[in-house]
């Protein structure tokens, strides 16, 4: 098994920056692609962004694109996410995962097994 843990969660004010940050510990040799993903009340949960864990490639959703910026890597076992220019949209709780390949469906939530217990973030207006 892998365990993540998220931390950096809190309130921003728009315009703000937050680093949040997952901690991978257990069968990380398992591990090819990480990702953040997040869920605002009402909503479902969505893709934010993702990494290559061996192989550094990365992918964005749309609405972050720009603004946010994920890294990490097998070295240390630790994504970040750094988030700036906040807006009130991306009031969420924010998980990362992992998952053992990359491939075209590593923005679907069914391609990772395992999930951390989420961080809040609020963006105030």
């Known amino acids: 098994q892998v365990q993540l843990v998220e931390s950096g969660g809190g309130l921003v004010q728009a315009g703000g920056s937050l680093r949040l940050t997952c901690a991978a510990s257990?069968?990380?040799?398992?591990?090819?692609?990480m990702a953040w993903f997040r869920q605002a009340p009402g909503k479902e949960r969505e893709f934010v962004a993702g990494?290559?864990?061996?192989?550094?490639?990365?992918d964005y959703a749309d609405s972050v694109k720009g603004r946010f910026t994920i890294s990490g890597g097998s070295a240390q076992n630790t994504m970040y996410l750094q988030m700036n220019t906040l807006t009130p949209e991306d009031t969420a709780v924010y998980y990362c995962?992992?998952?053992?390949?990359?491939?075209?469906?590593?923005?679907?939530?069914?391609?990772?097994?395992?999930w951390g217990q989420g961080t809040q973030v609020t963006v105030s207006s």
């Open positions: 995962a992992s998952g053992t390949y990359w491939s075209s469906s590593h923005r679907s939530s069914a391609h990772y097994a395992y």
């Open positions: 257990g069968r990380t040799f398992s591990i090819a692609v």
């Open positions: 990494v290559s864990w061996r192989g550094g490639s990365t």
